[in-house]
Protein backbone atom coordinates (compact mmCIF):
# COMPACT_ATOMS: atom_id res chain seq x y z
CA UNK A 1 0.00 0.00 0.00
CA UNK A 2 1.35 3.30 -0.93
CA UNK A 3 2.26 5.40 2.03
CA UNK A 4 0.38 8.68 1.67
CA UNK A 5 -2.71 5.96 1.10
CA UNK A 6 -1.81 4.28 4.01
CA UNK A 7 -1.88 7.52 6.45
CA UNK A 8 -5.58 8.51 4.89
CA UNK A 9 -6.55 5.54 6.40
CA UNK A 10 -4.97 5.81 9.55
CA UNK A 11 -6.54 9.03 9.97
CA UNK A 12 -9.70 7.71 9.04
CA UNK A 13 -9.36 5.29 11.53
CA UNK A 14 -8.57 7.63 14.05
CA UNK A 15 -11.40 9.65 13.52
CA UNK A 16 -14.16 7.07 13.02
CA UNK A 17 -12.94 4.42 15.89
CA UNK A 18 -10.29 6.04 17.86
CA UNK A 19 -6.74 5.76 18.29
CA UNK A 20 -2.96 7.03 18.38
CA UNK A 21 -0.92 7.20 15.35
CA UNK A 22 2.53 9.04 15.05
CA UNK A 23 2.65 12.27 12.72
CA UNK A 24 3.11 12.10 9.47
CA UNK A 25 6.14 14.05 7.35
CA UNK A 26 6.47 13.42 4.11
CA UNK A 27 9.76 14.65 3.12
CA UNK A 28 11.07 14.37 -0.86
CA UNK A 29 8.98 11.33 -1.33
CA UNK A 30 10.67 9.21 1.73
CA UNK A 31 8.74 7.45 4.64
CA UNK A 32 6.83 8.79 6.81
CA UNK A 33 8.93 9.92 9.81
CA UNK A 34 7.03 8.85 13.29
CA UNK A 35 8.09 11.17 16.42
CA UNK A 36 8.91 9.33 19.48
CA UNK A 37 5.21 8.73 21.46
CA UNK A 38 4.88 7.29 24.64
CA UNK A 39 1.19 6.12 23.91
CA UNK A 40 0.43 2.71 22.73
CA UNK A 41 0.90 2.83 19.02
CA UNK A 42 -1.63 -0.05 18.65
CA UNK A 43 -2.70 1.28 15.11
CA UNK A 44 1.03 1.07 13.61
CA UNK A 45 0.72 -2.97 14.21
CA UNK A 46 -2.30 -3.20 12.26
CA UNK A 47 -1.04 -4.41 8.43
CA UNK A 48 -2.75 -2.73 5.41
CA UNK A 49 -5.79 -5.94 5.22
CA UNK A 50 -6.53 -4.94 8.69
CA UNK A 51 -6.69 -1.34 8.58
CA UNK A 52 -8.52 -1.84 5.19
CA UNK A 53 -10.89 -4.23 7.17
CA UNK A 54 -11.35 -2.26 10.08
CA UNK A 55 -12.79 0.70 8.49
CA UNK A 56 -15.99 -0.38 6.72
CA UNK A 57 -17.98 2.83 4.49
CA UNK A 58 -21.43 2.87 3.86
CA UNK A 59 -23.13 3.60 0.28
CA UNK A 60 -22.12 7.17 0.42
CA UNK A 61 -18.57 6.41 0.62
CA UNK A 62 -18.42 7.61 4.58
CA UNK A 63 -16.79 5.54 7.35
CA UNK A 64 -19.19 3.39 9.42
CA UNK A 65 -18.75 3.33 13.15
CA UNK A 66 -20.61 0.19 13.81
CA UNK A 67 -21.31 -1.54 10.65
CA UNK A 68 -23.40 -4.72 10.78
CA UNK A 69 -22.23 -8.04 8.63
CA UNK A 70 -25.06 -10.86 8.17
CA UNK A 71 -24.73 -14.35 6.94
CA UNK A 72 -27.46 -17.12 6.84
CA UNK A 73 -26.62 -20.00 9.78
CA UNK A 74 -27.75 -22.76 7.13
CA UNK A 75 -25.29 -20.93 4.21
CA UNK A 76 -22.10 -21.27 6.56
CA UNK A 77 -19.91 -21.33 3.31
CA UNK A 78 -21.47 -18.27 2.34
CA UNK A 79 -19.71 -15.15 3.24
CA UNK A 80 -20.76 -12.17 4.98
CA UNK A 81 -23.20 -8.95 3.59
CA UNK A 82 -22.55 -5.97 5.13
CA UNK A 83 -25.58 -3.95 5.09
CA UNK A 84 -25.02 -0.96 2.69
CA UNK A 85 -25.71 1.94 5.37
CA UNK A 86 -25.22 1.79 8.15
CA UNK A 87 -27.98 0.86 10.55
CA UNK A 88 -29.15 1.78 14.14
CA UNK A 89 -28.39 -1.40 16.25
CA UNK A 90 -30.25 -1.17 20.20
CA UNK A 91 -29.85 -4.09 22.90
CA UNK A 92 -31.87 -4.81 25.35
CA UNK A 93 -30.94 -7.36 28.26
CA UNK A 94 -32.80 -8.53 31.48
CA UNK A 95 -32.46 -11.06 33.60
CA UNK A 96 -35.03 -13.73 34.52
CA UNK A 97 -36.49 -13.37 38.21
CA UNK A 98 -38.80 -15.80 40.03
CA UNK A 99 -40.59 -14.32 42.80
CA UNK A 100 -41.73 -16.23 45.88
CA UNK A 101 -44.68 -15.01 48.04
CA UNK A 102 -43.99 -16.61 50.93
CA UNK A 103 -45.23 -15.59 55.03
CA UNK A 104 -42.24 -13.47 56.77
CA UNK A 105 -44.21 -11.49 59.11
CA UNK A 106 -43.86 -7.93 58.66
CA UNK A 107 -41.17 -7.68 56.60
CA UNK A 108 -42.44 -6.87 53.11
CA UNK A 109 -42.10 -8.29 49.56
CA UNK A 110 -41.23 -11.14 47.81
CA UNK A 111 -38.48 -13.63 47.83
CA UNK A 112 -36.40 -13.04 44.17
CA UNK A 113 -34.51 -16.01 42.78
CA UNK A 114 -32.44 -14.82 39.54
CA UNK A 115 -32.93 -17.96 37.52
CA UNK A 116 -31.24 -17.04 34.80
CA UNK A 117 -30.01 -14.24 32.04
CA UNK A 118 -32.84 -13.78 29.30
CA UNK A 119 -31.99 -13.25 25.73
CA UNK A 120 -30.93 -10.09 24.38
CA UNK A 121 -33.55 -8.29 22.64
CA UNK A 122 -32.05 -6.28 19.51
CA UNK A 123 -33.90 -3.91 17.42
CA UNK A 124 -32.38 -2.39 13.72
CA UNK A 125 -33.46 -0.12 11.96
CA UNK A 126 -31.70 1.38 8.98
CA UNK A 127 -32.33 2.97 5.50
CA UNK A 128 -31.81 1.37 2.13
CA UNK A 129 -30.87 3.71 -0.83
CA UNK A 130 -30.64 3.67 -4.41
CA UNK A 131 -27.74 6.06 -4.76
CA UNK A 132 -27.33 5.98 -8.68
CA UNK A 133 -28.33 8.45 -11.04
CA UNK A 134 -31.30 6.34 -12.09
CA UNK A 135 -32.75 7.32 -8.87
CA UNK A 136 -35.20 4.15 -8.75
CA UNK A 137 -36.60 2.02 -5.62
CA UNK A 138 -33.68 -0.19 -4.01
CA UNK A 139 -35.23 -3.49 -5.17
CA UNK A 140 -32.23 -4.85 -5.67
CA UNK A 141 -31.33 -4.62 -1.62
CA UNK A 142 -34.65 -5.01 -0.18
CA UNK A 143 -34.84 -8.66 -1.88
CA UNK A 144 -31.67 -9.61 -0.57
CA UNK A 145 -32.78 -8.19 3.34
CA UNK A 146 -35.89 -10.08 2.33
CA UNK A 147 -34.10 -12.92 2.01
CA UNK A 148 -31.90 -12.79 5.61
CA UNK A 149 -35.02 -11.96 7.44
CA UNK A 150 -37.30 -14.83 6.27
CA UNK A 151 -34.05 -17.41 6.86
CA UNK A 152 -34.87 -16.31 10.32
CA UNK A 153 -31.51 -17.59 12.29
CA UNK A 154 -28.55 -15.37 11.23
CA UNK A 155 -24.79 -15.31 11.56
CA UNK A 156 -23.86 -11.44 12.74
CA UNK A 157 -20.85 -9.28 12.83
CA UNK A 158 -20.69 -6.07 14.40
CA UNK A 159 -18.39 -4.19 17.01
CA UNK A 160 -21.33 -3.67 19.48
CA UNK A 161 -22.60 -7.50 19.66
CA UNK A 162 -18.63 -8.04 19.97
CA UNK A 163 -18.93 -6.71 23.30
CA UNK A 164 -21.99 -8.51 24.32
CA UNK A 165 -20.60 -11.65 22.59
CA UNK A 166 -23.41 -12.26 20.29
CA UNK A 167 -22.63 -14.07 16.83
CA UNK A 168 -25.98 -15.31 16.61
CA UNK A 169 -29.56 -13.77 16.23
CA UNK A 170 -32.63 -14.85 15.49
CA UNK A 171 -35.12 -11.83 14.04
CA UNK A 172 -38.46 -12.30 15.48
CA UNK A 173 -40.27 -9.51 13.14
CA UNK A 174 -39.18 -7.72 10.56
CA UNK A 175 -41.19 -4.52 8.80
CA UNK A 176 -40.72 -2.50 5.89
CA UNK A 177 -42.50 0.58 5.91
CA UNK A 178 -43.85 3.61 3.86
CA UNK A 179 -40.89 5.63 3.18
CA UNK A 180 -40.93 8.86 1.21
CA UNK A 181 -38.75 9.32 -1.53
CA UNK A 182 -38.39 7.19 -4.53
CA UNK A 183 -34.96 5.60 -3.99
CA UNK A 184 -35.37 4.93 -0.59
CA UNK A 185 -37.25 2.22 1.68
CA UNK A 186 -36.84 2.00 5.59
CA UNK A 187 -36.82 -1.17 7.75
CA UNK A 188 -37.26 -2.22 10.96
CA UNK A 189 -35.97 -5.80 12.40
CA UNK A 190 -36.68 -7.31 16.03
CA UNK A 191 -34.57 -10.10 16.93
CA UNK A 192 -32.92 -12.36 20.07
CA UNK A 193 -29.45 -13.55 20.78
CA UNK A 194 -29.16 -16.85 19.79
CA UNK A 195 -26.66 -18.96 21.87
CA UNK A 196 -25.77 -22.48 21.14
CA UNK A 197 -26.95 -25.20 23.56
CA UNK A 198 -26.19 -29.39 23.85
CA UNK A 199 -29.75 -30.57 25.42
CA UNK A 200 -28.88 -33.82 25.31
CA UNK A 201 -26.41 -34.17 27.79
CA UNK A 202 -23.68 -37.32 28.20
CA UNK A 203 -21.75 -38.61 31.31
CA UNK A 204 -18.97 -37.25 29.94
CA UNK A 205 -20.64 -33.59 29.46
CA UNK A 206 -21.88 -34.01 33.27
CA UNK A 207 -18.60 -34.37 34.51
CA UNK A 208 -16.95 -31.74 32.82
CA UNK A 209 -19.47 -29.21 34.31
CA UNK A 210 -18.86 -30.45 37.72
Same mark, same amino acid.
Given at each position: ??????????????????????????????????????????????????????????????PMTMPLQIKRT????????????? *???? +?????? #? %??? =?????? /?? $?????????????????????????????????????????????????? *???? +?????? #? %??? =?????? /?? $??????????????????????????????
Open positions: MKTLTRFVLENIYSRTLGGVFPPYLLINGSNPVAQPNTSDLRLTDLTDEELTEAIKSNALGIDEPDSAYWTIPVE *PMVS +IHGHNV #I %VKR =DVSKGK /TR $GSIKERWTQGDYEINIEGLLMNLTASNKYPEADIRKLRGYCESASLSVLC *PLFE +IYSISR #I %VID =DFDFPF /TS $GPANQAYKIKAYSDDVYKLLLTGDDLIKSE
